[in-house]
Protein backbone atom coordinates (compact mmCIF):
# COMPACT_ATOMS: atom_id res chain seq x y z
CA UNK A 1 0.00 0.00 0.00
CA UNK A 2 1.20 3.47 -0.39
CA UNK A 3 0.00 7.30 -0.12
CA UNK A 4 -0.33 9.37 -3.17
CA UNK A 5 0.96 13.13 -2.92
CA UNK A 6 0.51 16.43 -5.43
CA UNK A 7 2.35 19.03 -5.00
CA UNK A 8 1.79 22.31 -6.75
CA UNK A 9 1.24 19.96 -10.35
CA UNK A 10 0.52 21.74 -12.86
CA UNK A 11 0.07 20.82 -16.90
CA UNK A 12 0.09 23.14 -19.91
CA UNK A 13 -0.45 21.65 -23.57
CA UNK A 14 1.58 23.02 -26.20
CA UNK A 15 0.53 26.39 -27.40
CA UNK A 16 -1.83 26.86 -24.90
CA UNK A 17 -2.23 30.21 -23.22
CA UNK A 18 -3.45 28.66 -19.56
CA UNK A 19 -2.68 25.86 -17.41
CA UNK A 20 -5.32 23.11 -17.75
CA UNK A 21 -4.20 22.15 -14.19
CA UNK A 22 -3.78 24.54 -11.86
CA UNK A 23 -1.26 24.37 -9.22
CA UNK A 24 -3.26 21.32 -7.10
CA UNK A 25 -1.88 20.36 -3.90
CA UNK A 26 -3.32 17.50 -2.42
CA UNK A 27 -2.35 14.06 0.42
CA UNK A 28 -3.99 11.24 -0.49
CA UNK A 29 -3.67 8.74 2.83
CA UNK A 30 -2.54 4.98 2.52
CA UNK A 31 -5.93 3.25 2.01
CA UNK A 32 -8.11 6.25 1.53
CA UNK A 33 -10.46 6.43 -1.19
CA UNK A 34 -10.70 9.94 -3.02
CA UNK A 35 -13.24 10.89 -5.44
CA UNK A 36 -12.02 13.22 -7.72
CA UNK A 37 -15.39 15.56 -9.00
CA UNK A 38 -16.22 18.33 -11.24
CA UNK A 39 -17.99 18.99 -14.64
CA UNK A 40 -16.34 17.82 -18.16
CA UNK A 41 -13.46 19.77 -19.05
CA UNK A 42 -12.42 21.10 -15.24
CA UNK A 43 -9.45 18.61 -15.67
CA UNK A 44 -10.43 15.77 -13.32
CA UNK A 45 -8.92 12.59 -15.70
CA UNK A 46 -5.93 14.92 -17.06
CA UNK A 47 -5.07 14.69 -12.91
CA UNK A 48 -5.43 11.26 -13.19
CA UNK A 49 -3.50 10.71 -16.26
CA UNK A 50 -0.67 12.82 -14.72
CA UNK A 51 -0.63 10.28 -11.77
CA UNK A 52 -0.55 7.43 -13.90
CA UNK A 53 1.72 8.87 -15.89
CA UNK A 54 0.07 9.07 -19.30
CA UNK A 55 0.13 12.69 -19.32
CA UNK A 56 3.65 14.51 -18.35
CA UNK A 57 3.57 16.82 -15.32
CA UNK A 58 4.64 20.39 -16.48
CA UNK A 59 5.33 21.28 -12.94
CA UNK A 60 5.57 20.33 -9.16
CA UNK A 61 5.54 16.28 -8.25
CA UNK A 62 3.58 13.81 -8.14
CA UNK A 63 4.52 10.96 -5.27
CA UNK A 64 3.96 7.58 -4.94
CA UNK A 65 4.79 6.01 -1.45
CA UNK A 66 7.50 8.92 -0.84
CA UNK A 67 8.77 8.40 -4.11
CA UNK A 68 8.98 10.84 -7.05
CA UNK A 69 7.57 9.37 -10.12
CA UNK A 70 7.49 11.92 -12.42
CA UNK A 71 10.24 10.53 -14.74
CA UNK A 72 8.64 7.07 -14.19
CA UNK A 73 6.97 5.31 -16.92
CA UNK A 74 3.36 3.86 -16.12
CA UNK A 75 4.36 0.41 -15.72
CA UNK A 76 6.92 1.40 -12.98
CA UNK A 77 4.60 3.30 -11.06
CA UNK A 78 2.86 0.84 -8.75
CA UNK A 79 -0.32 1.52 -9.74
CA UNK A 80 -3.45 -0.15 -11.65
CA UNK A 81 -5.66 1.85 -13.69
CA UNK A 82 -9.34 0.85 -14.76
CA UNK A 83 -10.80 2.82 -17.56
CA UNK A 84 -14.33 4.01 -18.44
CA UNK A 85 -14.08 1.43 -21.74
CA UNK A 86 -13.44 -1.38 -19.90
CA UNK A 87 -10.27 -1.93 -22.84
CA UNK A 88 -10.09 -5.51 -22.66
CA UNK A 89 -9.14 -7.26 -25.62
CA UNK A 90 -11.86 -8.91 -27.37
CA UNK A 91 -10.15 -11.89 -28.74
CA UNK A 92 -9.20 -13.48 -25.29
CA UNK A 93 -11.11 -15.17 -22.39
CA UNK A 94 -12.18 -13.87 -18.97
CA UNK A 95 -9.28 -15.66 -17.70
CA UNK A 96 -6.63 -14.42 -20.63
CA UNK A 97 -7.56 -10.92 -20.11
CA UNK A 98 -7.18 -11.13 -16.30
CA UNK A 99 -3.30 -12.78 -16.44
CA UNK A 100 -2.23 -10.96 -19.90
CA UNK A 101 -0.35 -8.38 -17.34
CA UNK A 102 1.16 -10.57 -15.15
CA UNK A 103 2.29 -13.03 -18.62
CA UNK A 104 3.78 -9.94 -19.50
CA UNK A 105 5.96 -9.56 -16.24
CA UNK A 106 6.88 -13.29 -16.50
CA UNK A 107 5.45 -14.71 -13.57
CA UNK A 108 5.52 -18.32 -12.99
CA UNK A 109 2.03 -20.24 -14.51
CA UNK A 110 0.56 -21.46 -11.39
CA UNK A 111 1.10 -17.73 -9.41
CA UNK A 112 -0.87 -16.32 -12.42
CA UNK A 113 -3.38 -18.79 -11.90
CA UNK A 114 -3.64 -18.81 -8.10
CA UNK A 115 -4.08 -14.93 -8.56
CA UNK A 116 -6.20 -14.85 -11.58
CA UNK A 117 -8.65 -17.24 -9.41
CA UNK A 118 -8.40 -15.17 -6.01
CA UNK A 119 -9.72 -12.21 -8.31
CA UNK A 120 -12.63 -14.14 -10.15
CA UNK A 121 -13.64 -15.38 -6.78
CA UNK A 122 -13.48 -11.86 -5.26
CA UNK A 123 -16.06 -10.48 -8.29
CA UNK A 124 -18.46 -13.73 -8.66
CA UNK A 125 -16.43 -14.02 -12.03
CA UNK A 126 -15.27 -17.48 -11.60
CA UNK A 127 -18.22 -19.10 -13.79
CA UNK A 128 -17.20 -16.79 -16.71
CA UNK A 129 -13.39 -16.84 -16.55
CA UNK A 130 -13.39 -19.24 -20.19
CA UNK A 131 -16.02 -16.84 -22.23
CA UNK A 132 -15.06 -13.87 -24.40
CA UNK A 133 -16.41 -9.99 -23.27
CA UNK A 134 -18.51 -9.89 -25.88
CA UNK A 135 -20.26 -12.43 -24.28
CA UNK A 136 -20.70 -10.83 -20.78
CA UNK A 137 -23.09 -7.74 -19.85
CA UNK A 138 -21.80 -4.32 -19.31
CA UNK A 139 -21.36 -4.64 -15.63
CA UNK A 140 -19.46 -8.42 -15.47
CA UNK A 141 -17.09 -6.30 -18.25
CA UNK A 142 -16.38 -3.91 -15.74
CA UNK A 143 -15.80 -6.81 -12.73
CA UNK A 144 -13.06 -8.45 -15.35
CA UNK A 145 -11.42 -4.76 -16.39
CA UNK A 146 -11.36 -4.47 -12.01
CA UNK A 147 -9.86 -8.11 -11.60
CA UNK A 148 -7.09 -7.52 -14.21
CA UNK A 149 -6.01 -4.25 -12.22
CA UNK A 150 -6.60 -6.55 -8.68
CA UNK A 151 -4.50 -9.46 -9.85
CA UNK A 152 -1.42 -6.70 -10.56
CA UNK A 153 -1.69 -6.25 -6.70
CA UNK A 154 -0.38 -2.90 -7.35
CA UNK A 155 0.10 0.07 -4.57
CA UNK A 156 -2.82 2.66 -6.10
CA UNK A 157 -6.05 1.86 -7.63
CA UNK A 158 -6.82 4.58 -10.56
CA UNK A 159 -10.18 4.88 -12.08
CA UNK A 160 -11.44 7.10 -14.95
CA UNK A 161 -15.45 7.50 -14.78
CA UNK A 162 -15.57 3.14 -14.42
CA UNK A 163 -19.28 3.28 -14.43
CA UNK A 164 -20.44 6.19 -16.81
CA UNK A 165 -21.45 3.80 -19.46
CA UNK A 166 -23.41 1.56 -17.46
CA UNK A 167 -27.41 2.01 -17.43
CA UNK A 168 -28.44 3.79 -13.90
CA UNK A 169 -29.66 0.38 -11.93
CA UNK A 170 -26.51 -1.23 -12.71
CA UNK A 171 -23.76 1.69 -11.56
CA UNK A 172 -25.94 1.45 -8.24
CA UNK A 173 -25.18 -1.84 -8.11
CA UNK A 174 -21.35 -1.42 -9.15
CA UNK A 175 -21.07 1.37 -7.51
CA UNK A 176 -21.55 -0.39 -4.22
CA UNK A 177 -19.29 -3.40 -5.38
CA UNK A 178 -16.35 -0.73 -5.86
CA UNK A 179 -16.88 0.56 -2.15
CA UNK A 180 -16.96 -3.12 -0.42
CA UNK A 181 -14.08 -4.23 -2.46
CA UNK A 182 -11.86 -1.52 -2.13
CA UNK A 183 -12.72 -1.92 2.08
CA UNK A 184 -11.65 -5.43 1.55
CA UNK A 185 -8.78 -4.98 0.31
CA UNK A 186 -7.69 -1.54 1.81
CA UNK A 187 -5.97 -0.17 -1.96
CA UNK A 188 -5.19 3.27 -1.72
CA UNK A 189 -7.69 4.44 -5.02
CA UNK A 190 -8.03 7.87 -6.70
CA UNK A 191 -11.60 7.71 -8.70
CA UNK A 192 -12.34 9.97 -11.26
CA UNK A 193 -16.45 10.87 -12.19
CA UNK A 194 -18.88 13.72 -12.61
CA UNK A 195 -21.60 12.08 -10.94
CA UNK A 196 -22.11 13.56 -7.32
CA UNK A 197 -23.70 10.52 -6.14
CA UNK A 198 -21.31 8.22 -6.60
CA UNK A 199 -18.54 10.80 -5.21
CA UNK A 200 -20.77 11.06 -1.94
CA UNK A 201 -21.51 7.64 -1.63
CA UNK A 202 -17.68 6.47 -2.83
CA UNK A 203 -14.87 8.63 -1.35
CA UNK A 204 -13.65 9.33 2.01
CA UNK A 205 -13.08 11.98 0.97
CA UNK A 206 -13.62 14.65 -1.90
CA UNK A 207 -11.62 16.82 -4.41
CA UNK A 208 -14.21 19.05 -6.15
CA UNK A 209 -12.51 20.88 -9.41
CA UNK A 210 -13.17 23.58 -11.28
CA UNK A 211 -11.71 24.80 -14.51
CA UNK A 212 -8.17 23.22 -13.27
CA UNK A 213 -8.68 23.72 -9.76
CA UNK A 214 -9.27 22.29 -6.78
CA UNK A 215 -12.07 24.26 -5.26
CA UNK A 216 -12.44 22.40 -2.01
CA UNK A 217 -10.82 19.08 -0.83
CA UNK A 218 -12.96 17.52 2.39
CA UNK A 219 -15.54 14.46 3.46
CA UNK A 220 -18.22 14.21 1.75
CA UNK A 221 -20.54 15.61 4.26
CA UNK A 222 -17.67 18.66 4.77
CA UNK A 223 -18.49 19.39 1.23
CA UNK A 224 -22.25 19.78 1.30
CA UNK A 225 -22.42 21.27 4.65
CA UNK A 226 -19.90 23.78 4.16
CA UNK A 227 -19.07 24.40 0.97
CA UNK A 228 -16.32 26.84 0.21
CA UNK A 229 -17.18 28.43 -3.76
CA UNK A 230 -20.44 29.06 -4.76
CA UNK A 231 -19.41 26.57 -7.29
CA UNK A 232 -19.02 23.33 -4.92
CA UNK A 233 -22.15 24.95 -3.25
CA UNK A 234 -24.00 24.85 -6.21
CA UNK A 235 -22.46 21.88 -7.78
CA UNK A 236 -22.74 19.15 -5.13
CA UNK A 237 -26.65 18.66 -4.09
CA UNK A 238 -29.76 17.71 -6.07
CA UNK A 239 -31.56 19.65 -6.88
CA UNK A 240 -28.71 22.42 -6.77
CA UNK A 241 -28.78 24.87 -4.32
CA UNK A 242 -30.84 28.35 -4.82
CA UNK A 243 -28.86 31.07 -4.78
CA UNK A 244 -30.74 34.63 -4.05
CA UNK A 245 -28.52 38.42 -4.17
CA UNK A 246 -29.34 40.65 -1.09
CA UNK A 247 -27.85 42.53 1.79
CA UNK A 248 -26.56 41.89 5.48
CA UNK A 249 -29.23 43.62 7.31
CA UNK A 250 -28.83 46.49 10.20
CA UNK A 251 -28.17 44.42 13.42
CA UNK A 252 -27.02 41.26 11.39
CA UNK A 253 -29.24 37.98 11.57
CA UNK A 254 -30.54 38.34 8.27
CA UNK A 255 -29.93 39.21 4.65
CA UNK A 256 -32.51 41.01 2.58
CA UNK A 257 -33.79 40.75 -0.33
CA UNK A 258 -35.83 43.16 -2.89
CA UNK A 259 -39.29 43.58 -2.08
CA UNK A 260 -38.19 43.98 1.44
CA UNK A 261 -38.54 39.82 2.29
CA UNK A 262 -35.76 38.87 5.11
CA UNK A 263 -34.15 35.63 5.24
CA UNK A 264 -32.50 34.66 8.71
CA UNK A 265 -28.74 34.19 8.33
CA UNK A 266 -26.23 33.66 10.96
CA UNK A 267 -24.35 36.64 10.20
CA UNK A 268 -23.55 39.82 12.86
CA UNK A 269 -24.56 43.23 12.73
CA UNK A 270 -20.48 44.66 11.80
CA UNK A 271 -21.62 43.21 8.09
CA UNK A 272 -24.45 45.37 7.77
CA UNK A 273 -25.39 46.36 3.86
CA UNK A 274 -22.41 44.22 3.07
CA UNK A 275 -23.55 42.32 -0.73
CA UNK A 276 -23.86 38.67 -0.14
CA UNK A 277 -25.47 35.80 -2.23
CA UNK A 278 -27.42 33.86 -0.13
CA UNK A 279 -27.78 29.95 -0.80
CA UNK A 280 -30.39 27.47 0.47
CA UNK A 281 -30.44 24.26 -0.26
CA UNK A 282 -34.19 23.16 -1.36
CA UNK A 283 -34.32 20.28 1.06
CA UNK A 284 -33.58 22.63 4.32
CA UNK A 285 -36.80 24.77 3.11
CA UNK A 286 -40.26 24.04 5.02
CA UNK A 287 -43.66 25.04 4.91
CA UNK A 288 -44.98 27.68 7.90
CA UNK A 289 -47.52 29.33 7.70
CA UNK A 290 -47.47 31.53 10.63
CA UNK A 291 -43.65 31.51 11.34
CA UNK A 292 -42.15 34.72 11.31
CA UNK A 293 -39.04 35.49 8.33
CA UNK A 294 -41.09 32.89 6.01
CA UNK A 295 -40.52 33.80 2.49
CA UNK A 296 -43.99 34.39 0.24
CA UNK A 297 -43.24 32.26 -2.84
CA UNK A 298 -45.81 31.69 -5.87
CA UNK A 299 -45.68 28.27 -7.53
CA UNK A 300 -44.71 28.05 -11.24
CA UNK A 301 -43.91 24.49 -11.51
CA UNK A 302 -44.48 21.09 -9.51
CA UNK A 303 -42.59 17.78 -9.30
CA UNK A 304 -44.38 14.96 -7.94
CA UNK A 305 -41.80 12.21 -7.57
CA UNK A 306 -43.50 10.24 -4.81
CA UNK A 307 -42.27 10.41 -1.81
CA UNK A 308 -41.21 14.18 -2.49
CA UNK A 309 -42.38 16.85 -3.70
CA UNK A 310 -40.41 19.19 -5.59
CA UNK A 311 -41.65 22.82 -6.30
CA UNK A 312 -40.25 25.24 -8.40
CA UNK A 313 -41.49 28.81 -7.36
CA UNK A 314 -40.81 32.45 -7.89
CA UNK A 315 -40.06 34.73 -4.58
CA UNK A 316 -43.26 37.37 -4.92
CA UNK A 317 -41.76 41.09 -5.66
CA UNK A 318 -38.82 40.52 -5.11
CA UNK A 319 -37.74 40.32 -8.92
CA UNK A 320 -37.57 37.64 -11.52
CA UNK A 321 -34.01 36.07 -10.82
CA UNK A 322 -35.24 35.25 -6.76
CA UNK A 323 -36.45 32.03 -7.62
CA UNK A 324 -36.43 28.98 -5.35
CA UNK A 325 -37.04 25.53 -5.74
CA UNK A 326 -38.18 23.08 -2.34
CA UNK A 327 -37.43 19.54 -1.49
CA UNK A 328 -41.13 18.91 0.25
CA UNK A 329 -42.69 16.02 1.54
CA UNK A 330 -44.93 13.83 -1.09
CA UNK A 331 -47.87 14.36 0.93
CA UNK A 332 -47.56 17.86 -0.30
CA UNK A 333 -50.28 19.15 -3.04
CA UNK A 334 -49.11 22.17 -4.34
CA UNK A 335 -50.83 23.84 -7.40
CA UNK A 336 -49.29 26.51 -10.11
CA UNK A 337 -50.10 29.81 -9.10
CA UNK A 338 -50.85 29.27 -5.32
CA UNK A 339 -48.62 31.13 -2.99
CA UNK A 340 -46.99 29.05 -0.31
CA UNK A 341 -44.62 30.89 3.11
CA UNK A 342 -41.59 28.73 2.80
CA UNK A 343 -38.96 29.51 6.13
CA UNK A 344 -35.67 28.14 6.58
CA UNK A 345 -33.76 27.87 9.96
CA UNK A 346 -30.44 30.53 9.62
CA UNK A 347 -27.89 28.12 10.26
CA UNK A 348 -29.22 26.26 6.93
CA UNK A 349 -28.49 29.75 4.91
CA UNK A 350 -25.12 29.66 3.13
CA UNK A 351 -23.81 33.24 2.35
CA UNK A 352 -20.93 34.04 -0.29
CA UNK A 353 -18.91 36.91 -1.35
CA UNK A 354 -20.86 38.00 -5.00
CA UNK A 355 -17.04 39.11 -6.02
CA UNK A 356 -14.89 36.23 -4.99
CA UNK A 357 -17.18 33.83 -4.64
CA UNK A 358 -15.89 31.99 -1.26
CA UNK A 359 -17.86 31.20 1.47
CA UNK A 360 -18.38 33.96 4.33
CA UNK A 361 -17.81 31.97 7.88
Known sequence: MAEVTIREARKRYPGATDDTIKGI???????????????????????????????????????????????LEPKDRDIAMVFQNYALY???????????????????????????????ALLELSPYLARR??????????????????????SVFLFDEPLSNLDAKLRTQMRVEIKRLQQRLGITSLYVTHDQVEAM????????????V????????????????????GFIG???????????????????????HRLPAAIGGSAAGRPVTAGIRPETLVLADNEPGAVEAIVDLVEALGAD?????RVAAAGPDATLVARLPGSVHAR??????????????????????????
Open 133 to 154: PRQLSGGQRQRVAMGRAIVREP
Open 90 to 120: PHMSVFDNMAYGLKIRGLPRTEIRERVEAAA
Open 25 to 71: DCDVADGEFLVILGPSGCGKSTLLRMVAGLERISEGEVLIGGRVVNE
Open 336 to 361: QGETLRLAVPDTQVHLFDPETTRAIV
Open 201 to 212: TLGDRLMVMNAG
Open 309 to 313: TLVHC
Open 214 to 233: ADQIGTPLEVYHRPATLFVA
Open 238 to 260: SPAMNFVAGRVASGGGAVELAGG
